[in-house]
């Protein structure tokens, strides 16, 4: 939580990943860490009530480690995971003023759901969040996702 507004550019979204999360969504969530230092987390779940749904809530990466895979690193291990469990498809979203996530989704092969506006190009679904904000849907549907973007070590 404490370093989420600084790894988010100054946005403060630390109300939308309560303690719940850590509470019942531990085994379909991981960290990354050198020498106990937090370089990257992973926050995701098992939809209860989307048979075949994954859905990832948050994943950040330390600044200064970006661009090395580590976040395609947590996606690919989460992917394992909710395929282990027989999930077919994983979801998220992404603010569309967020650039740096809608290009990291479309390079780990993600699609872009239609919407029903559009924000600098992009679809998006209106009033998604707590205050009326807008998201960009990403969806990846397991079986058509190439086995070794979600598998390499
Ligand atoms: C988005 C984020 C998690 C990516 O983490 P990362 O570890 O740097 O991502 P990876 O190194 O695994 O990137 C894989 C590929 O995604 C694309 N990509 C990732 N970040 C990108 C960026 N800022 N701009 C353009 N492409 C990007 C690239 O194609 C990259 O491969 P390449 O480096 O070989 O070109 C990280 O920038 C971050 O923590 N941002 C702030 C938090 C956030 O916005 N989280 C997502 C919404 S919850």
Redesign the pocket.
């Known amino acids: 939580m404490a370093v989420m507004p600084a ?2 550019d100054g946005r403060d979204l630390r109300s939308m990943l309560p303690k719940i999360f850590f509470e019942h969504f531990r085994h379909t969530s991981l960290i990354a860490e050198h020498e106990d230092r937090l370089l ?1 987390f992973l926050v995701g779940f098992f939809c209860p009530d989307h048979d075949g749904e994954a859905y990832i809530h ?4 330390d600044p200064g ?9 947590l996606y690919r291990r989460f992917i394992a995971l909710a395929r282990a469990d027989g999930r077919s498809v994983v979801r998220a979203v ?1 603010a569309p003023v ?4 809608v ?2 989704h479309t ?2 092969g993600f699609s872009i759901l239609p919407g029903d506006a559009e924000v600098d190009g992009l679809p998006v679904t209106t009033d998604h969040g707590p205050q009326g904000d807008h998201v960009v849907r990403f969806e990846l549907r397991l079986g058509e996702a190439p086995r070794d973007a979600e598998e390499r070590p």
Request: aromatic share 20%; net charge positive.
């Open positions: 790894w988010w990257g948050f994943v950040g990466v480690w970006r661009r090395g895979g580590l976040a395609g690193d992404t967020n650039m740096g996530s290009a990291f390079a780990l």
